[in-house]
């Protein structure tokens, strides 16, 4: 059982550069969400999905976009790579919105923009 | 966006004492769900311990254990006989138990545990 898979682990991205991060889950989870994890501050929801073909936008969208196809993919777009967007990232997915399960996260992906 | 508060970004504790962790949030909602996540070096975020707003009863996990005060909005995580594998960052996070249930994070604690 893989869980949630997210490619790459680590980039290196020049400004300007487009990119995807890759996330994957092959437990049929209906929700799945991506985060950003700076120093100081936690993990910020960028972009969440609460099924296919549903997106909705978090506390720090801009500059990011999503599409949910699938259940099982959900890629998360720079279109326009900048320094302030060298981070963590982390998608994570679970089970209905409405049972009381735990969010399964993947291992991450480091970003570095320069 | 609920507010997930982290009052100490370092904290330490010798190894086999109890540690306890601080956490405040802020809600205007009856229902809702708070947990403990764990980051070791690895990156990995790993669950805790969690707690359902409506149970009075504090929530515990082995050498894990959670303060509750619903009216003060406080949720603080005590880390019995702590050991060396306990040193991460700890997240503490509350999600809704409506609407799209995103999971909002403070900001932090790194602990460090002393052999």
């Known amino acids: 059982n893989a869980g949630v898979t997210q490619t790459p682990k680590f980039q290196v991205l020049k400004t300007g550069q487009s990119m995807t991060l890759q996330c994957a889950q092959d437990?049929?989870?209906?929700?799945m969400s991506w985060y950003r994890q700076d120093p100081g501050m936690g993990l910020r929801l960028i972009h969440y999905?609460?099924?296919?073909?549903?997106?909705d936008q978090g506390e720090v969208p801009n500059g990011y976009n999503v599409s949910r196809s699938t259940t099982e993919d959900f890629p998360l777009r720079l279109l326009s790579a900048a320094p302030s967007q060298t981070s963590v990232y982390f998608c994570?997915?679970?089970?209905?919105?409405?049972?009381?399960?735990?969010?399964?996260f993947g291992q991450g992906t480091r970003l570095t923009v320069v | 966006a609920q507010t997930v508060t982290q009052s100490q970004p370092e904290m330490s504790v010798q190894e086999a004492e109890t540690v306890t962790l601080s956490c405040t949030y802020d809600?205007?909602?009856?229902?809702?769900?708070l947990f403990w996540y764990k980051q070791p070096p690895s990156r990995q975020m790993i669950l805790v311990i969690r707690?359902?707003?409506?149970?009075?009863q504090n929530a515990t996990e082995n050498r894990f254990s959670v303060n509750f005060q619903k009216a003060a909005k406080s949720f603080s995580l005590k880390i019995s006989d702590s050991q060396l594998g306990d040193a991460a960052m700890y997240f503490c996070?509350?999600?809704?138990?409506?609407?799209?249930?995103?999971?909002?994070f403070g900001t932090g604690t790194r602990l460090t545990v002393i052999p």
């Open positions: 437990m049929n989870h209906e929700y």
């Open positions: 994570a997915s679970r089970r209905p919105v409405s049972l009381n399960t735990e969010a399964f």
């Open positions: 999905s609460v099924g296919a073909g549903i997106t």
């Open positions: 996070a509350y999600r809704s138990a409506s609407g799209a249930n995103n999971l909002f």
């Open positions: 707690q359902e707003a409506y149970k009075q």
């Open positions: 809600t205007s909602e009856s229902d809702y769900y």
